[in-house]
């Protein structure tokens, strides 16, 4: 049974940082597809970042964001900095047991098999 477990999110004044961590069970998170998104009150879950042969992010975050994996403790983590009040939102991390095809990129919610419960983070301005 595949669990994905996100933490670190909290609340960090504009220009701050924070990283949130996303612990895996039943994949191996190396081997698979990992996606953060976000949701924020009244919008629809966004793209955030994808792990899969490369990482791709989304425009908004690129450049500010950066997310990779510890295989030894089956973790990917989204570190996020000069973080803005529009960054505000519930996180959510995804996973795929498999990566398909090298050119295909992963950036929607369907394009998602497993999803953690999700991590809020607020950031005043």
């Known amino acids: 049974q595949v669990q994905l477990v996100e933490s670190g999110g909290g609340l960090v004044q504009a220009g701050g940082s924070l990283r949130l961590s996303c612990a895996a069970s039943g994949l191996t998170v190396s081997r698979g597809a990992m996606g953060w998104f976000r949701q924020a009150p009244g919008k629809e879950r966004e793209f955030v970042a994808t792990?899969?042969?490369?990482?791709y992010y989304a425009d908004s975050v690129k450049g500010r964001f950066t997310s990779a994996w510890d295989n030894a403790k089956n973790t990917v983590y989204l570190q996020m900095n000069s973080l803005k009040p529009e960054d505000t939102a519930v996180y959510y991390c995804a996973a795929n047991e498999q990566r398909l095809s090298p050119t295909f990129r992963p950036t929607m919610t369907s394009d998602f098999r497993y999803w953690g419960q999700g991590t809020q983070v607020t950031v005043s301005s």
């Open positions: 792990i899969s042969w490369s990482t």
